[in-house]
Nanobody, 129 residues
Framework: VQLQASGGGLVKTGGSLRLSCVVS????????LAWFRQGPGKDREFVAA???????????FYGDSVKGRFTISRDNDKNTAHLQMNSLKEEDTAVYYC????????????????????WGQGTQVTVSS
């Protein structure tokens, strides 16, 4: 399984960006697709996840610092996840990584980067005034 993240760039405070993650290889539509980020000198931080909820349902989860501003979505037909980021702040500056697992996870596990099996290479997001 390979993940390819794209869409990062330089944006002004208050602006928007949309990140994409294309998953290739032996994929599963019933697993977790997630985004983490790592700012300069910081630990890797959970941003958002889409967790399979059974049947055709998915549930979204967000880190506290991005709730109400970021939205994760997934297109299983295209094996793609997106992260729409609005009202960006300077503290959102980081390398953003997409991550995946082939099976759904308990909610409590979603927030831990070591629970994910596959990672993309990261895309840089820089927010500046």
């Amino acid at each position: 399984v390979q993940l390819q993240a794209s869409g990062g760039g330089l944006v002004k405070t208050g602006g928007s960006l949309r990140l994409s993650c294309v998953v290739s290889g032996r994929t599963s539509s019933r697993g977790v697709l997630a985004w983490f980020r790592q700012g300069p000198g910081k630990d890797r931080e959970f941003v958002a996840a889409s967790n399979w909820g059974g049947g055709s349902t998915f549930r979204e989860f967000y880190g506290d610092s991005v709730k109400g501003r970021f939205t994760i979505s997934r297109d299983n037909d295209k094996n793609t996840a997106h992260l729409q980021m609005n009202s960006l702040k300077e503290e959102d500056t980081a390398v953003y990584y997409c991550a995946a697992t082939p099976n759904r996870m308990n909610v409590g596990s979603l927030y831990y980067s070591n629970r994910y099996d596959y990672w993309g290479q990261g895309t840089q997001v820089t927010v500046s005034s």
